[in-house]
């Protein structure tokens, strides 16, 4: 029975804070990246590209683009962010100001880089 009442206090704390890479973030302090990346030359989405952000008040984190060409980056804490992809010898690099509870959306084209 001890464990039950234990357990609910986390599980409650739990659901009002968010956990990204083992640190602890309250709602309401935190920004969401998304994005959309596609093959400028054919328009067709970009798969498994590298994405990394690079923030002045986190450490950097790095995701793949999915077979629609998204990606996202959920809880990402308030500053000047760096958005860039990558494909083998070809790079998009965007540079943002994130707010707390903003949402930033970053559509990119990338050259393919066998041309």
């Known amino acids: 029975m001890l464990a039950t ?15 990204v890479h083992g640190t602890l973030r309250a709602e309401g302090t935190t920004g969401s990246i998304y994005g959309r990346v596609y093959d400028e030359g ?16 986190e450490p950097p984190q790095e995701t793949r683009t999915l077979p629609d060409g998204s990606f996202s980056f959920v809880a990402v804490f308030p500053g000047t962010v760096r958005v860039m992809i990558a494909r083998q010898t070809t790079a998009v690099e965007v540079h943002a100001n994130l707010d707390s509870d903003e949402t930033i959306y970053v559509n990119s084209a990338i050259a393919d880089s066998a041309r």
Do not use: K, Q, Y
Request: glycine letters at 6%; aromatic letters at 6%.
């Open 5 to 19: 009442r234990i357990a609910l206090p986390v599980f409650a704390c739990a659901a009002m804070f968010g956990m």
């Open 42 to 57: 054919s328009h067709r989405p970009a798969c498994g590209l590298a994405v990394r952000i690079v923030s002045d008040s």
